[in-house]
């Protein structure tokens, strides 16, 4: 019995290691899913971005990447909304985003020290 217990044990155990650790094709299927939508993305940014434009976007995303995702996803948006009638130039990018800087509210910290009587002063 004991044997048998044992053995149910270390299998429920075993399933659970390889459901938090995932499925091995699971994981492959999503790392090609991923490659796919990137390649997609290339593609459709490709057909709207000149070269110099391009390289711009590339050398955004290598020091902001988040923004480069932002700027990626808007002007994917544009040109499916009919706003791009043609490939847009570098120096439309740089309006582009300067529009996004622009909408980015600056966080200001100010700082309000009290005043209060020092005791050094009535010495």
Request: no cysteine; aromatic share 2%.
């Amino acid at each position: 019995m004991e044997d048998a217990d044992l053995a149910a044990i270390r299998n429920k155990r075993m399933q659970e290691l390889q459901m938090k650790a995932g499925d091995p094709n699971q994981a492959k299927q999503q790392a090609e899913a991923k490659q796919k939508y990137d390649e997609q993305l290339n593609g459709m940014l490709t057909q709207i971005l000149t070269q110099d434009a391009r390289a711009r976007l590339n050398s955004i995303a290598l020091v902001k990447p988040e923004k480069a995702k932002q700027l990626e996803g808007m002007l994917i948006n544009m040109a499916r909304s009919g706003q791009l009638g043609e490939k847009m130039t570098e120096q439309q990018l740089v309006k582009v985003l300067e529009q996004i800087n622009d909408k980015k509210q600056r966080t200001k910290v100010k700082f309000e020290r009290r005043r209060v009587m020092d005791s050094d002063d009535s010495d």
